[in-house]
């Protein structure tokens, strides 16, 4: 069965601090893994990467994906309040649905 | 329109009836998902359509649940004989094509079955 695992379930950080979130998948016919940030109701589109140890960047954001090692890590680097969500990794495999992880909750503190 | 919307945003309902949920996806979008997200938790793949055809329908927790797509537009996700457990945010994505691609999503409706 398809599974994916993100560690930790929850975090809390100061601002300024730089965080490591993590995903490992167990996934039939991957596709691509994606990231997701959740603030209120609808997840919104982060990150999609389909290539082993190519990253891909948005401002303070980060991800990277390891296919043999089937994780994928988000990094966010001087972190502000406006950070604080839960953050969604999923994978989407042939079958075009996307099986999510539990999500990871962020918690930043001025 | 700009994203994808549903509604209504909130339902409250009593154990036993039957609710509907809506959503319509960005314009163009041939496929269409519906998730559900229980309280802490992360979000459950519940069907999928591409175009007004659903290939998989085994996320669909019970047969009280069917769902439904028209015109290659607006979808209704029905709950028959609704169940406490069935409290939960209902969430509907759309993609341009099927498999693969990045998934908008709606802001969600929120049912809670008292």
């Known amino acids: 069965e398809d599974k994916v695992v993100q560690s930790p379930l929850s975090l809390v950080v100061h601002e300024g601090d730089t965080v490591t979130l993590n995903c490992s998948y167990e996934v039939t016919n991957f596709r691509s893994l994606l990231w997701y940030k959740q603030e209120k109701k609808a997840p919104t589109f982060l990150f999609m990467l389909t290539s082993s140890g190519i990253e891909k960047k948005s401002g303070r954001l980060s991800s990277i994906l390891d296919k043999k090692e089937l994780f994928s890590i988000l990094n966010i680097t001087a972190t502000q309040t406006g950070d604080s969500a839960i953050y969604l990794c999923?994978?989407?495999?042939?079958?075009?649905?996307?099986?999510f992880g539990q999500g990871t909750t962020l918690q930043v503190k001025p | 329109g700009a994203g994808v919307s549903q509604s209504p945003s909130n339902k409250v309902t009593e154990k036993g009836k039957d609710v509907e949920l809506r959503c319509d996806p960005i314009?163009?979008?041939?496929?269409l998902y519906w998730y559900r997200q229980r309280l802490g938790q992360g979000l459950e793949f519940l069907i999928y359509?591409?175009?007004?055809?659903?290939?998989?329908k085994s996320g669909l927790p019970s047969d009280r649940f069917s769902a439904e797509r028209t015109g290659e537009s607006v979808s209704t996700l029905t709950i028959q004989r609704t169940q406490q457990e069935d409290s939960a945010v209902y969430l509907c994505?759309?993609?341009?094509?099927?498999?693969?691609?990045?998934?908008?999503f709606g802001p969600g409706t929120r049912l809670t079955v008292l």
């Open positions: 999923a994978d989407s495999s042939n079958t075009g649905k996307l099986i």
């Open positions: 359509f591409q175009g007004n055809s659903a290939p998989d």
């Open positions: 314009s163009g979008h041939t496929a």
């Open positions: 994505a759309s993609s341009l094509v099927w498999r693969g691609n990045e998934q908008f």
